[in-house]
Protein backbone atom coordinates (compact mmCIF):
# COMPACT_ATOMS: atom_id res chain seq x y z
CA UNK A 1 0.00 0.00 0.00
CA UNK A 2 1.29 3.56 0.17
CA UNK A 3 3.35 4.82 2.78
CA UNK A 4 5.75 7.15 4.11
CA UNK A 5 8.82 5.98 5.15
CA UNK A 6 12.27 7.11 6.65
CA UNK A 7 15.71 6.04 5.20
CA UNK A 8 17.38 6.01 8.62
CA UNK A 9 16.12 5.22 12.15
CA UNK A 10 18.65 7.13 14.06
CA UNK A 11 20.93 9.40 13.41
CA UNK A 12 23.58 11.17 15.39
CA UNK A 13 25.72 14.42 14.85
CA UNK A 14 27.80 16.77 16.78
CA UNK A 15 26.73 19.90 18.30
CA UNK A 16 27.47 22.11 15.50
CA UNK A 17 27.54 20.15 12.62
CA UNK A 18 24.56 20.15 10.11
CA UNK A 19 21.88 17.50 9.97
CA UNK A 20 20.07 15.62 7.31
CA UNK A 21 17.57 13.72 7.58
CA UNK A 22 15.15 11.82 4.76
CA UNK A 23 12.45 10.32 3.99
CA UNK A 24 10.99 8.99 1.00
CA UNK A 25 7.05 9.05 0.34
CA UNK A 26 5.40 6.74 -2.24
CA UNK A 27 2.05 8.24 -2.96
CA UNK A 28 2.11 10.73 -6.37
CA UNK A 29 -1.12 12.35 -5.27
CA UNK A 30 0.23 13.64 -1.97
CA UNK A 31 0.85 17.70 -1.99
CA UNK A 32 1.45 18.22 1.29
CA UNK A 33 4.00 17.23 3.30
CA UNK A 34 5.25 18.30 6.48
CA UNK A 35 8.06 17.62 9.55
CA UNK A 36 7.15 17.35 13.08
CA UNK A 37 9.51 17.11 15.97
CA UNK A 38 8.76 15.20 18.75
CA UNK A 39 10.54 15.38 21.87
CA UNK A 40 10.60 12.57 24.93
CA UNK A 41 7.01 12.99 26.65
CA UNK A 42 5.37 15.94 24.45
CA UNK A 43 3.35 15.51 21.22
CA UNK A 44 4.79 15.89 17.77
CA UNK A 45 5.47 20.07 17.15
CA UNK A 46 5.62 21.30 13.84
CA UNK A 47 8.50 22.18 12.09
CA UNK A 48 8.28 22.89 8.87
CA UNK A 49 5.83 22.20 5.41
CA UNK A 50 6.11 22.18 1.57
CA UNK A 51 3.68 21.92 -0.97
CA UNK A 52 4.42 19.76 -3.68
CA UNK A 53 4.39 22.95 -6.24
CA UNK A 54 7.84 24.25 -4.25
CA UNK A 55 11.16 22.21 -4.12
CA UNK A 56 12.13 24.16 -0.73
CA UNK A 57 11.62 25.64 1.85
CA UNK A 58 13.44 27.70 4.70
CA UNK A 59 13.01 28.55 8.13
CA UNK A 60 14.90 29.15 10.86
CA UNK A 61 17.56 26.88 10.61
CA UNK A 62 15.41 24.34 9.03
CA UNK A 63 15.25 24.14 5.10
CA UNK A 64 13.23 21.19 3.52
CA UNK A 65 13.87 20.09 -0.09
CA UNK A 66 10.91 17.95 -1.93
CA UNK A 67 11.88 16.35 -4.91
CA UNK A 68 8.80 14.70 -6.97
CA UNK A 69 10.47 13.10 -9.35
CA UNK A 70 11.99 10.40 -6.84
CA UNK A 71 9.08 10.98 -4.35
CA UNK A 72 11.79 12.45 -1.55
CA UNK A 73 11.90 14.45 1.14
CA UNK A 74 14.54 16.29 3.25
CA UNK A 75 14.74 17.54 6.62
CA UNK A 76 18.08 19.97 7.07
CA UNK A 77 18.71 21.51 10.20
CA UNK A 78 21.86 23.80 9.96
CA UNK A 79 24.40 24.16 13.23
CA UNK A 80 22.50 21.54 15.35
CA UNK A 81 22.35 21.81 18.39
CA UNK A 82 21.46 19.43 21.65
CA UNK A 83 17.95 21.06 21.80
CA UNK A 84 17.56 19.12 18.51
CA UNK A 85 18.01 16.17 19.93
CA UNK A 86 14.63 14.63 19.33
CA UNK A 87 12.51 12.06 17.08
CA UNK A 88 11.66 13.53 13.47
CA UNK A 89 8.56 12.76 11.82
CA UNK A 90 7.92 13.11 8.33
CA UNK A 91 3.79 13.24 7.03
CA UNK A 92 1.78 13.49 3.65
CA UNK A 93 -1.50 14.41 3.52
CA UNK A 94 -3.77 11.21 2.62
CA UNK A 95 -5.61 12.30 -0.28
CA UNK A 96 -8.70 13.12 1.26
CA UNK A 97 -9.54 15.18 4.00
CA UNK A 98 -6.61 16.84 6.13
CA UNK A 99 -5.32 14.18 8.14
CA UNK A 100 -1.66 13.06 7.54
CA UNK A 101 0.31 9.65 6.86
CA UNK A 102 3.30 9.17 9.17
CA UNK A 103 6.55 7.56 8.29
CA UNK A 104 8.10 5.69 11.16
CA UNK A 105 10.40 8.21 12.85
CA UNK A 106 14.54 9.12 12.77
CA UNK A 107 16.05 9.61 15.81
CA UNK A 108 18.47 12.70 16.18
CA UNK A 109 20.94 12.70 18.69
CA UNK A 110 23.38 15.90 19.11
CA UNK A 111 26.87 14.84 20.66
CA UNK A 112 28.83 17.86 22.32
CA UNK B 1 -3.83 30.04 23.43
CA UNK B 2 -4.07 27.26 25.01
CA UNK B 3 -2.86 24.11 22.56
CA UNK B 4 -4.41 20.18 22.60
CA UNK B 5 -5.01 19.03 26.08
CA UNK B 6 -5.26 15.18 26.75
CA UNK B 7 -6.39 13.54 29.74
CA UNK B 8 -5.02 10.93 31.37
CA UNK B 9 -1.32 11.24 30.48
CA UNK B 10 -0.90 8.35 31.81
CA UNK B 11 -2.88 4.78 31.84
CA UNK B 12 -2.23 1.37 33.50
CA UNK B 13 -4.93 -1.00 33.05
CA UNK B 14 -5.92 -4.75 32.82
CA UNK B 15 -7.02 -6.53 29.63
CA UNK B 16 -11.06 -6.57 29.59
CA UNK B 17 -11.29 -3.20 31.18
CA UNK B 18 -12.41 -0.28 29.62
CA UNK B 19 -10.57 2.99 29.29
CA UNK B 20 -11.92 6.63 27.80
CA UNK B 21 -9.14 9.21 26.89
CA UNK B 22 -10.11 12.53 26.75
CA UNK B 23 -9.13 15.41 23.94
CA UNK B 24 -9.72 19.02 24.27
CA UNK B 25 -8.54 20.42 21.05
CA UNK B 26 -7.61 23.96 20.74
CA UNK B 27 -10.61 26.79 20.74
CA UNK B 28 -11.89 26.81 17.77
CA UNK B 29 -10.33 24.37 15.80
CA UNK B 30 -13.32 22.17 13.85
CA UNK B 31 -11.03 19.60 13.20
CA UNK B 32 -10.32 16.39 15.42
CA UNK B 33 -7.79 14.00 14.90
CA UNK B 34 -7.01 10.92 16.78
CA UNK B 35 -4.03 8.95 16.15
CA UNK B 36 -2.00 6.36 17.45
CA UNK B 37 1.70 5.17 18.06
CA UNK B 38 2.41 1.97 18.74
CA UNK B 39 5.92 1.57 20.37
CA UNK B 40 8.61 1.65 17.58
CA UNK B 41 6.39 2.16 14.59
CA UNK B 42 4.78 5.53 13.20
CA UNK B 43 2.14 7.31 14.24
CA UNK B 44 -0.91 5.66 12.99
CA UNK B 45 -4.32 7.51 11.45
CA UNK B 46 -7.16 6.66 13.80
CA UNK B 47 -10.25 9.52 12.67
CA UNK B 48 -11.00 12.63 12.08
CA UNK B 49 -14.12 14.56 13.07
CA UNK B 50 -15.47 18.18 11.30
CA UNK B 51 -17.26 19.51 14.04
CA UNK B 52 -19.48 16.61 15.90
CA UNK B 53 -19.52 14.94 12.56
CA UNK B 54 -16.59 11.76 11.81
CA UNK B 55 -15.19 12.54 8.52
CA UNK B 56 -12.88 9.74 7.92
CA UNK B 57 -12.83 6.52 10.59
CA UNK B 58 -10.82 4.53 8.35
CA UNK B 59 -7.84 4.35 10.47
CA UNK B 60 -10.23 2.80 13.48
CA UNK B 61 -9.08 -0.68 14.16
CA UNK B 62 -11.54 -2.79 15.38
CA UNK B 63 -15.33 -2.45 16.97
CA UNK B 64 -13.81 -1.91 20.61
CA UNK B 65 -13.11 1.65 19.70
CA UNK B 66 -15.26 4.02 19.78
CA UNK B 67 -14.81 8.01 19.44
CA UNK B 68 -17.43 11.01 20.06
CA UNK B 69 -17.64 14.10 20.02
CA UNK B 70 -20.42 15.19 21.05
CA UNK B 71 -21.25 19.54 20.71
CA UNK B 72 -18.40 20.11 18.56
CA UNK B 73 -15.98 20.90 21.28
CA UNK B 74 -13.83 17.97 23.42
CA UNK B 75 -13.53 14.42 22.28
CA UNK B 76 -13.51 10.89 23.67
CA UNK B 77 -12.08 7.84 22.73
CA UNK B 78 -12.90 4.63 24.56
CA UNK B 79 -11.46 1.66 24.25
CA UNK B 80 -13.69 -1.28 25.30
CA UNK B 81 -12.93 -3.94 26.02
CA UNK B 82 -9.33 -3.23 25.96
CA UNK B 83 -6.70 -6.04 24.45
CA UNK B 84 -2.99 -6.25 24.71
CA UNK B 85 -2.34 -4.53 21.74
CA UNK B 86 -3.68 -1.90 22.39
CA UNK B 87 -0.88 -0.01 24.62
CA UNK B 88 0.61 2.79 22.62
CA UNK B 89 0.66 5.78 22.50
CA UNK B 90 -2.71 7.71 21.81
CA UNK B 91 -2.63 11.29 20.38
CA UNK B 92 -5.14 13.93 19.77
CA UNK B 93 -4.56 16.51 16.93
CA UNK B 94 -6.58 19.64 15.76
CA UNK B 95 -6.53 22.21 12.88
CA UNK B 96 -8.00 25.39 12.53
CA UNK B 97 -8.30 27.89 9.23
CA UNK B 98 -5.12 25.98 7.80
CA UNK B 99 -6.92 22.72 7.93
CA UNK B 100 -3.63 20.77 6.94
CA UNK B 101 -1.63 21.87 10.07
CA UNK B 102 -2.67 19.76 12.93
CA UNK B 103 -1.37 20.69 16.54
CA UNK B 104 -1.03 17.52 18.72
CA UNK B 105 -1.51 17.67 22.10
CA UNK B 106 1.20 15.70 24.30
CA UNK B 107 -0.51 12.09 23.98
CA UNK B 108 -1.90 9.59 26.56
CA UNK B 109 0.36 6.58 27.01
CA UNK B 110 -1.73 3.52 27.56
CA UNK B 111 -0.65 0.34 28.71
CA UNK B 112 -2.79 -2.54 28.55
CA UNK B 113 -1.58 -5.32 31.18
Known amino acids: GESVGLHLPTLSVQEGDNSIINCAYS??????FIWYKQESGKGPQFIID?????DKRQGQRVTVLLNKTVKHLSLQIAATQPGDSAVYFCAENRGSGYALNFGKGTSLLVTP | EAGVTQFPSHSVIEKGQTVTLRCDPI?????LYWYRRVMGKEIKFLLHFVKESKQDESGMPNNRFLAERTGGTYSTLKVQPAELEDSGVYFCASSGPLREKLFFGSGTQLSVL
Open chain 1, 27 to 32: NSASDY
Open chain 1, 50 to 54: IRSNM
Open chain 2, 27 to 31: SGHDN
